[in-house]
């Protein structure tokens, strides 16, 4: 892991941006305004995104996880009363220290390294995928999901994996713990892991009597 600090924008969601992953966003408040004026008068047209712990994504006061993703701005247009916004995952990092949200939220942050692939990764991201891509064919029937089965993904292996892991129908704070995976193995394991759970979750609402009392997955 490098020591290497750098001063990062910070913007502050109710999801998580996993690297190869797009980003839109709707930029309507004043203070992310701000920030994106910022980021764009720079070299670099960087920000960070975190996973809000507690809190909302409006009106400050949040509370934040400390790992996330460079956000790299591919473009911006302006609408009325708003800015659309669309951005790519790039490298992940932790939060060394948080500045102050005045005018917009600031952290200082340490790139965390790539996950370490080995001989084993193309067979287990294929199995991994496979899952992934049956369980959203089969809940797609049921409930809307934000990506459909046959999405078209990368061919490069380092961010292919995390496009699957982008892909899977999985909780905000499942896809927070996938975010710290020091290897491809790891990663790969937890995201079948996960979505087996969910696909679990899923069937078992698919089964349910529907004068039962019991909650449907969302």
Not at 61 to 79: C, K, L, Q
Not at 85 to 103: K, M
Not at 195 to 212: E, K, M, S, Y
């Amino acid at each position: 892991m490098t020591d290497v600090t750098r001063e990062l924008a910070m913007f502050p969601l109710g999801s998580v941006l996993f690297p190869g992953m797009p980003l839109p966003l709707r930029v309507f408040e004043p203070r992310y305004v701000a920030m994106l004026s910022s980021v764009l008068d720079q070299t670099e047209h960087d920000f960070g995104v975190v996973l809000i712990e507690r809190g909302s994504e409006v009106g400050g006061g949040d509370v934040r996880f400390g790992v996330g993703t460079v956000a790299r701005i591919v473009s911006v247009e302006v609408t009325e009363g708003s800015i659309e916004l669309l951005a790519t995952g790039a490298a992940r990092f932790e939060v060394v220290r948080w500045l102050q949200d005045d005018p917009f939220p600031r952290a200082q942050v340490r790139e965390l390294p790539a996950v370490e692939l080995d001989v084993s990764t193309p067979s287990e991201l294929d199995a991994a995928e496979a899952l992934v891509r049956a369980t959203i064919s089969r809940a797609s029937e049921f409930v809307e999901l934000p990506w459909p089965a046959d999405v078209e993904l990368s061919d490069e292996l380092a961010q292919r994996i995390w496009q699957v892991a982008g892909i899977a129908p999985l909780s905000s704070l499942d896809q927070y713990a996938l975010l710290g995976s020091r290897t491809a193995s790891e990663l790969l394991a937890r995201v079948v892991d996960d979505t087996q759970g969910a696909d679990v979750l899923f069937t078992a609402g698919w089964d349910a009597d529907p004068q039962d009392d019991a909650d449907f997955p969302e």
